[in-house]
């Protein structure tokens, strides 16, 4: 059989439909991970039957903690009332034995018996007694011992022969041979003589062997160094042994709960430990019972309510689809997709007769529209005679029987608005296409993409005229009208000049041609060749490539279009671009949208120029056209910190003409006038364009030097001094005088921190010049200020 060679898969393609199901279950994957894709059923049904199993398990491991901790306290609580039980038979055993002791103690045959150590008469008295007490307490265990006065030996009880030299009185615990004991020991006196002691001991096994448990617990009693004494009830010796090896007073171990009470003699030595053990088998069957009714009470609430939202969410998935179909059919200008519904007309149910009523007019419609307390279109609602009658719709005999829960409020208003959506979107057309001045409707409903584009242009026209109202200056509107053009509309070679006011010559304010100049030089020389600026309309070369002489691109690969900014019945500015030849007809849609910009912006531009020229004539002085005190004080506010922080040397100049007053009163105000203004030529002529001259009074002229060295302004000073004085000054009349200047020197800020305070010692060397013969320069020394505060 020939063998055959698999063909290869080509590449970036899946080789087999296994790679294939793994691409999908990828996707299944993501589309799991990312809430925003999930299906409807998927977030309100698997979702919510997730979460219902989840909080299932979480309450359930909830309870089983709480039951669990339960019954861990009750176990706890159970051990610690047995404790206290254990303890208390000790303390009990302890205070039984210190009674026997000291009763024996009492006893005048024993104490005569012990006086003379006999042991036999001793014992003739105690071993009836023994066993009675024995038998009495039930305790196999009990014993008696004796110890003379002044006895030693091997044989008598430690405790005894303490007792005998401390003659106190002893109850404690304490191993013997490895056997924890309860003992008490007293010592007995005979006519007030001390003549010995008696102890009284019972195993520690006797007497927790009293102790009667329940069936579910358990003693033990532990050596100190380990191993068992004995065990007594429900307990695993082995698990004791490995619960005290842990060393904590409190373990579990399963359903065996365990406590360790540690008894210690005087000396805090341990005795023995004693191991109470219960068993809570009982208690965890309980648990689990109440758990597992807990769990199906839940599970079947879980599943009525899951199988109500699956009812619910299957409906709302039928409305849905049929929504989505509506709703893509009206996009696409088809409204005549509907919702399957009955439709119920006032005219058959309230035999209105009102003419008026549109529904009369054309039973086709209907009067329900919104699902409020209202439901008859607001344009009509006025016309509706049961309105009155009924005080509201929800009342109105239509309204209830049209009315149904949501989705069948929803199918009713969606297939109202289709008809009145129709209709809205053509006139919305309309309306936009009159305020845009475009042509291109031709009577057919436009779509919605149109009609959001047109919105859009709109509301980024709205913007933009928003935008331009904070302005400062026309720089700024050149500048955002720019970035409109070249970011907006993708116009990103244009250039835009201005027009003179008085229409000579252009400014280019933008040119974003990285080339050569879009326009030839001609029009930047002579406004009136620019055919924009001659006809107030627009340019372009999208028919007539020749239009205008001065177009400087290639009008092969290109389309040119100018457009002039009317300001006024003026043309002041204009706007040209250049775009791609394929983009025609893009462009040409664009041209109304253009044109409203320039609409907003021309206003603006022409209020700026206005502003300008009207500030520029309230900060100059009429008469001279020098700077004002207006000027003055808003110039120091910006100038000073800047000459501070530069460390510049300012000279302030304080000029005044001598006995102006007489040209007045000799010639007239009109030939004053005219020396006022020869005088300002002359000192203009003597400082430098940066510099400024402001008229501070009458006849006061105040020089700013900007930036001079030290020393300067002096010169400067005498500079001006000199050509007054050689100036001829020509009077209206044709005849001509002469006149002098004194000059006030000071620097700013070495004659004064403050600009104002160097601008009065100005004034005050002036002062000091007019008063020492006028016609000369005096610089400011401080000698000259003699006030205490400026």
Not at 64 to 77: E, K, M, P, T, V
Not at 477 to 492: I, M, R
Not at 721 to 734: C, F, I, S, T, Y
């Amino acid at each position: 059989m020939e063998e055959t060679t698999p063909k290869p898969t080509p590449k970036g393609k899946p080789n087999s439909k296994k790679q294939f199901g793994a691409q999908h279950h990828l996707q299944d994957l993501i589309r799991l991970a990312d809430p925003n894709r999930w299906s409807l059923k998927g977030r309100f049904l698997y979702l919510t039957g997730a979460l219902l199993i989840l909080g299932n398990l979480i309450l359930i491991g909830y309870l089983h903690a709480i039951l669990d901790g339960n019954i861990d306290r009750s176990a706890q609580g159970r051990l610690a009332l047995v404790t206290k039980v254990v303890t208390g038979e000790v303390e009990r055993m302890q205070d039984t034995l210190h009674a026997q002791a000291m009763a024996v103690a009492e006893v005048p045959s024993v104490q005569e018996a012990l006086d003379k150590a006999d042991s036999i008469a001793l014992g003739t008295i105690m071993v009836p007694y023994i066993n009675k007490v024995r038998h009495g307490l039930r305790v196999s265990s009990l014993d008696f011992h004796f110890a003379p006065r002044g006895a030693e030996g091997e044989g008598l009880d430690p405790v005894a022969l303490r007792v005998n030299n401390d003659l106190g009185m002893v109850t404690e615990l304490r191993t013997e041979r490895q056997e924890p004991q309860v003992l008490a020991a007293v010592p007995l006196s005979r006519g007030g003589a001390h003549v010995g002691s008696v102890v009284v001991l019972v195993s520690l096994r006797d007497v927790l062997a009293r102790v009667a448990l329940p069936p579910e617990y358990g003693l033990a009693i532990l050596r100190p160094g380990g191993g068992v004494l004995s065990i007594t009830g429900n307990i695993d010796e082995n698990l004791v042994l490995e619960a005290a090896s842990q060393g904590t007073s409190v373990v579990r171990r399963d359903d065996q709960h365990y406590t360790f009470v540690p008894l210690l003699d005087m000396g805090g030595t341990p005795v023995a430990n004693v191991a109470l053990s219960f068993n809570a088998a009982l208690l965890g069957e309980s648990k689990w019972n109440k758990i597992n009714l807990f769990s199906w009470f839940f599970l079947g609430g879980a599943l009525v309510l899951w199988f109500v939202l699956y009812a619910n969410v299957a409906r709302i998935e039928r409305f849905f689809r049929r929504l989505k179909k509506i709703i893509i059919s009206s996009h696409s200008n088809y409204f005549g997709e509907r919702f399957e519904s009955d439709h119920v007309h006032c005219l058959d149910v309230l035999h209105c007769h009102n003419e008026e009523c549109p529904v009369y007019q054309n039973p086709t419609l209907v009067c329900y529209l919104e699902t409020g307390s209202e439901a008859i279109s607001p344009r009509w609602r006025d016309t509706c005679i049961f309105l009155n009658k009924y005080d509201s719709c929800k009342c109105c005999p239509v309204y209830i029987m049209r009315r149904g829960d949501e989705l069948t409020e929803m199918r009713n208003v969606v297939n109202t608005m289709m008809r009145l959506w129709s209709d809205f979107l053509s006139r919305v057309g309309h309306l936009l296409a009159y305020v845009l001045r475009s042509q291109e409707q031709s009577g057919q409903m436009p779509s919605l993409d149109e009609i959001s584009d047109r919105l859009e242009e709109m509301a980024r026209l709205s913007f933009f005229s928003h935008d331009l109202q904070g302005v400062l200056s026309k720089d700024e509107v050149y500048a955002q009208l720019g970035h409109v053009f070249s970011e907006k509309f993708g116009l990103h070679r244009l250039l835009l000049y201005e027009v003179h006011t008085d229409g000579s010559r252009v400014d280019v304010v933008l040119d974003r041609v990285p080339d050569e100049p879009l326009c030839r030089q001609p029009i930047i020389m002579n406004s009136e060749a620019c055919r924009a600026c001659r006809t107030a309309e627009d340019v372009s070369s999208f028919y007539n490539p020749v239009l205008c002489p001065h177009f400087n691109c290639d009008l092969e690969k290109d389309v040119r279009c100018c457009m002039p900014v009317v300001m006024g019945g003026k043309v002041g500015a204009v706007i040209s671009f250049v775009a791609p030849k394929h983009k025609r007809e893009e462009l040409r849609k664009q041209l109304p949208v253009l044109r409203k910009y320039l609409d907003e912006t021309a206003p603006v531009i022409s209020s700026l120029r206005l502003l300008r020229l009207s500030k520029e004539q309230a900060l100059r002085d009429p008469l001279t056209r020098c700077h004002n005190r207006r000027f003055l004080d808003e110039f120091i506010t910006k100038f000073e910190p800047l000459a501070e922080r530069e460390n510049r040397i300012t000279g302030l100049l304080m000029c005044d003409i001598d006995y102006f007053k007489q040209v007045n009163d000799e010639y007239g105000h009109e030939a004053g006038d005219a020396v006022l203004k020869q005088v300002v030529d002359v000192i203009q002529e003597s400082i430098r364009k940066t510099d400024l001259l402001i008229r501070y009074g009458g006849e006061e002229f105040l020089a700013l030097l900007q930036n001079v060295e030290p020393g300067t302004a002096e010169l400067v000073a005498e500079k001006i001094r000199d050509g007054v004085e050689q100036a001829k000054l020509n009077l209206p009349g044709g005849n001509s005088i002469k006149k002098t200047i004194s000059v006030g020197v000071a620097e700013f800020p070495k004659d004064g921190q403050g600009m104002y305070k160097a601008i009065k010692f100005a004034d005050v060397a002036l002062y000091e010049a007019k008063n020492t013969g006028r016609n000369k320069v005096i610089r400011f020394a401080p000698a000259m200020w003699t006030e205490q505060e400026y």
